[in-house]
């Protein structure tokens, strides 16, 4: 009797199991923003098309390591969730494909591992790794503009084999290693799992197999857009893309995006939203997405920038349009739905020597970051620029004591001191009918000031 009730106890997560997830979880999904910058610098230095890629294994290896301490099934899938919702949260740009990725690369660890009895050889950890990071890279193009020729499906492929060669190195190694370590001083010990076990697990496991191939079909079609764009905001002529009126010619650019390297066949946006006859002061375009997603791109990357396409996905009621082409990977967007052109604005800032310069969004896209913000009339997803990196870009360069932000409801004061460095205090563009207004909030949602109206340095 006391044999099955320590097998049956040993199946259930203990408190000290649920705060190992908890805490593997947290790093990585914070962590993984991290990656993915330091990924993108490696990529631009070699100048090399998914020269990122090498970095797949380091959003991993938390998801291993989870496993390897606790020794128990199920406990990768939980830690992927936990991981996801991180990432979802903090405001990933992916959205909540972001919380899809985690869940197979958890779901995979979980397979590496149960295909081996034995939990404390090399194997498991280098396979779990490999096939959880590979993983990565097909649920993404799951959800891109799909490629239309041979040689992007071969870069697909070379991409994925490049993230399952990291996964099995720095997800697969590294944790073994820290495992190894941790066991010989005694902090891990790793249960073996009876055979009653192991068929629970694989139970379990095409389980949450079945339920992420639903989940995929669903955001599949729930994120898959409209069969038309609706252009309005400061123009003369709000219309319904493409309409019977849009006679323009589809073109083709050859573009990279996430180191693959295809075709795309698409309308230029510029000539989408020159049909809208825009105000001769419009700045900006807000382009929206089914997801709610939404990002900035301002008129001058339009005009200059002949890559921007709106791409055709699918046919018929099934139809619906990508926009590829912007230098930010944040404003390639899958199924928009609403384009919306917005007239020049900005927010004044008064520095020490009573200079002023002013804060135009569409100038900081690459800097920004999103997350829910809990304004008055409710919670939003804004995208935000660290207060630090905008004062830091006035002219006068002396260094400054405090900053005062003003708003029509009072004013709120903050020394540089505490300003400094802190990338989770931002300035958030709210967007509105035809204009903006911004927001001092931290990336917790928290809202510190709103309206801001105008700031000044002393």
Known sequence: MSDQTSQKKSFYFSTHDLLIMAILAALGGVASTYINTIGDAVQAF?????????????????????????????????????????????????????????????????????????????????????????????????????PTNILAVSAILILTLVATVSGAIFAGIIPKLLVNTLSKADLVKTPQQPARMRKIAWIILLCVFILSALLTMFLMKALKGAPAIQISGAVENVYSFPGDAFNQEMVTRQMEYKGVMTEYTGYLLAEVVKNAEPDNDAETLLIEASDGYAFLLSFTELENNPNILAVKQGSGKNTSYNIVGPQSNKAWIRGVTKLTVIASESLVITDQNNESYEFNPVEWV???????????????????????????????????????????????????????????LRLFTVIEENGFSFALANMSGEVQLFPVTEIEIH
């Open 46 to 146: 070699l100048g090399m098309a998914g020269g990122s890629q090498w970095a797949a294994g380091l959003h991993v290896i938390w998801i291993v390591l989870a496993i390897g301490i606790t020794g128990k099934p199920g406990t990768a899938i939980l830690t992927g969730l936990l991981k996801g919702s991180v990432e979802l949260l903090s405001g990933n740009s992916h959205g909540v494909i972001i919380l899809l990725v985690d869940l197979v690369a958890g779901l995979l660890v979980d397979f590496g591992f149960l295909l081996f009895r034995k939990k404390q050889i090399w194997l498991p950890y280098v396979i779990a790794g490999g096939l959880a990071s590979g993983s990565n890279v097909l649920v993404f193009q799951l959800f891109a503009t799909l």
């Open 366 to 424: 690459s800097d920004m970051d999103s997350t829910q913000v809990a304004l008055p009339g409710g919670s939003q997803k804004l995208q935000g620029v660290p207060v630090w990196k905008i004062v830091e870009t006035r002219p006068d360069q002396e260094a400054p004591e405090e900053i005062i932000f003003k708003s029509d409801e009072g004013s709120l004061t903050l020394s540089w001191i505490e300003i400094e460095g802190d990338d989770t």
